[in-house]
């Protein structure tokens, strides 16, 4: 069976950071492109960024580029999301996804950027 | 590519025939249109993708259609378990995958 658990969300002050984290299990890890999906508040889903099953390619939401960054490691059978400079609206249940389209996705790991 | 979602809301009884529209305002690279169905405290389920490929285990009566700008997710015979919310998805950049804003389909 296909799992995903996301970890490492939590409150965080304005310009700080945090390190997400997806624990992969039930399928090769290493052979699947992995994304981050968030959901704000009330708003829409918003797709993140995505890393292709090497780690080689990798491509960011221009709300994100340059503040986060996402990496893999297959040994591992994990997917990490680094994110700094953090801003309220970066305020989100966080997903991590399969592929895309994203046919399996975790349960989402909540982050709060607030003073 | 804006992905634009009708009717917001949606009231039908188990039993009706569901019609869900996706419009993007701009082609979708090779029909790379997938739909979800969102419930409270859930993450989304992948009904539909390619825009008319059924993902596994997703039931006949879900089918989709459309290709283009114009997509189309019917639910044949709506079941008390498909209430819920359903939204479109487009994967046809690598570097700029969106969604639609969402249709709620409730019961009448």
């Known amino acids: 069976e296909v799992q995903l658990v996301e970890s490492g969300g939590g409150l965080v002050q304005p310009g700080g950071s945090l390190r997400l984290s997806c624990a992969a299990s039930?399928?090769?890890?290493?052979?699947?492109?992995m994304n981050w999906v968030r959901q704000a508040p009330g708003k829409g889903l918003e797709w993140v960024s995505s890393?292709?099953?090497?780690?080689?390619?990798?491509y960011y939401a221009d709300s994100v580029k340059g503040r986060f960054t996402i990496s893999r490691d297959n040994a591992r059978n994990s997917l990490y999301l680094q994110m700094n400079s953090l801003r309220a609206e970066d305020t989100a249940v966080y997903y991590c996804?399969?592929?895309?389209?994203?046919?399996?996705w975790g349960q989402g790991t909540l982050v709060t950027v607030s003073s | 590519i804006v992905l634009t979602q009708s009717p917001g809301t949606l009231s039908l009884s188990p039993g009706d025939k569901a019609t869900l529209s996706c419009r993007a305002n701009?082609?979708?690279?090779?029909?790379?249109l997938a739909w979800y169905q969102r419930k409270p405290g859930q993450p989304p389920r992948l009904l539909i993708y390619?825009?008319?490929t059924r993902a596994t285990g997703i039931p006949g009566r879900f089918s989709g259609s459309g290709s283009g700008t114009d997509f189309t997710l019917t639910i044949s015979r709506l079941e008390p378990e498909d209430f819920a919310v359903y939204f479109c998805?487009?994967?046809?950049?690598?570097?700029?995958?969106?969604f639609g804003q969402g249709t709620k389909l409730e019961i009448k």
């Open positions: 996804a399969r592929q895309k389209p994203f046919d399996y």
């Open positions: 039930g399928f090769t890890f290493g052979t699947y492109e």
């Open positions: 890393i292709s099953s090497s780690g080689f390619t990798i």
């Open positions: 701009q082609s979708v690279r090779s029909n790379y």
């Open positions: 390619d825009a008319s």
């Open positions: 998805h487009q994967y046809g950049s690598s570097s700029h995958v969106t």
